[in-house]
């Protein structure tokens, strides 16, 4: 009897577990930066588990970084001070930071739904162009 329990129980644990995941499935985008933009493979993600594949193949052998901001303002419309997006002032999510010339990193963020800037914030990176957006709908 102890036997059968133990069954239907791992049964319906394996069910929930399944059937809670499906509408997050995991998606990668891949970023690439480059001296004065920020290209994605794709500018639409479902909401869940999104994984940013970032390569540095600026031709200007410069440190690069990749901050994921929450934002409804337009991805060329964010405050600057100095030469750098005024992070504090949004909702950052993460970013991936000090990616060598040649060199790739990833990271993973859960997202909701919502517009998203992603931004490279070196002083003087956002304002020579490396920026754009990330739509993540339901």
Aim: aromatic residues 4%; positive net charge; charged residues 20%.
């Amino acid at each position: 009897m102890h036997a059968n329990c133990r069954f239907t129980l791992l049964a319906s644990a394996i069910a929930l577990v399944t059937t809670s995941n499906a509408g997050w499935a995991e998606q990668t985008v891949n970023a690439t930066l480059l001296s004065n933009s920020i290209q994605l493979g794709t500018h639409n993600v479902k909401a869940g588990r999104v994984t940013l594949e970032v390569r540095n193949a600026a031709d200007n052998n410069m440190e690069h970084e990749l901050v994921v901001l929450k934002t409804d303002l337009s991805d060329d419309a964010l405050p600057v001070s100095k030469g750098a997006v005024l992070e504090r002032r949004l909702h950052k999510i993460g970013e991936v930071e000090d990616i060598a010339p040649g060199k790739s990193k990833r990271v993973s963020f859960k997202l909701v739904p919502g517009h998203y800037a992603l931004i490279c914030n070196k002083p003087g990176h956002y304002a020579a162009g490396m920026h754009t957006t990330l739509v993540v709908t339901p």
